[in-house]
T-cell receptor, first 115, second 116 residues
Framework: KAGVTQTPRYLIKTRGQQVTLSCSPI?????VSWYQQTPGQGLQFLFE???????NKGNFPGRFSGRQFSNSRSEMNVSTLELGDSALYLC??????????????FGPGTRLTVL | AQSVTQPDIHITVSEGASLELRCNYS??????LFWYVQSPGQGLQLLLK??????LVQGIKGFEAEFKRSQSSFNLRKPSVHWSDAAEYFC??????????????FGKGTKLSVKP
């Protein structure tokens, strides 16, 4: 079974631009969670989508948004990019709602660099 | 509050030596525990998980972890480290009420370096 895939793997943008990242979960998984990873802050939870609905949201500004499609694929969007948005963005999928025994499987990440 | 603590930020071991990475959790209910490994610039790979039953769980790449409820610990071990084990290791607890932290609460990670 194919794992979680994320596209693109690398992205370079300039301040003020917007960006869209894509995540395809493992086949049959209905939950997709997004995380931001930086050297200073570590792993930080962005949001989780399940059955096309946002179920949980981290403490990030409204510039960070996401959505999930009927095939469980998910996208996240960051508008008006700031230098501090440079990070590795990780997507994880699980069969059911994240948490408890529902194991999350991670993709390879998208490395976003904002200049 | 639920949390995961990995007391060691960075550990260096010699190739062939044994390894133990520490993890302590704080969670009021039954803990569902995970260890992930991350190579530089890569995503997180699941090493092993504990839900219930035998408190010693085996994972991939020769790793094992022992759950000790009395110590709220879930330490990761490997009897003989290989140079390819150099990576960052994250302990996590799965909860249902993580709120803005999300429902997979991570420790800050332990970076493992391996000396030849």
């Amino acid at each position: 079974k194919a794992g979680v895939t994320q596209t693109p793997r690398y992205l370079i943008k300039t301040r003020g631009q917007q960006v869209t990242l894509s995540c395809s979960p493992i086949s049959g998984h209905r939950s997709v969670s997004w995380y931001q990873q930086t050297p200073g802050q570590g792993l930080q939870f962005l949001f989780e989508y399940f059955s096309e609905t946002q179920r949980n949201k981290g403490n990030f500004p409204g510039r960070f948004s996401g959505r999930q499609f009927s095939n469980s694929r998910s996208e996240m969007n960051v508008s008006t990019l700031e230098l501090g948005d440079s990070a590795l963005y990780l997507c994880a999928s699980s069969l059911g709602l994240a948490g408890g025994q529902n194991t999350q499987y991670f993709g390879p990440g998208t490395r976003l660099t904002v200049l | 509050a639920q949390s995961v603590t990995q007391p060691d930020i960075h550990i260096t071991v010699s190739e062939g030596a044994s390894l133990e990475l520490r993890c302590n959790y704080s969670y009021g209910a039954t803990p569902y525990l995970f260890w992930y490994v991350q190579s530089p610039g890569q995503g997180l790979q699941l090493l092993l998980k504990y839900f219930s039953g035998d408190t010693l769980v085996q994972g991939i790449k020769g790793f094992e972890a022992e759950f000790k409820r009395s110590q709220s610990s879930f330490n990761l071990r490997k009897p003989s480290v290989h140079w390819s084990d150099a990576a960052e290791y994250f302990c996590a607890v799965g909860v249902h009420t993580g709120g803005s932290q999300g429902n997979l609460i991570f420790g800050k990670g332990t970076k493992l370096s391996v000396k030849p």
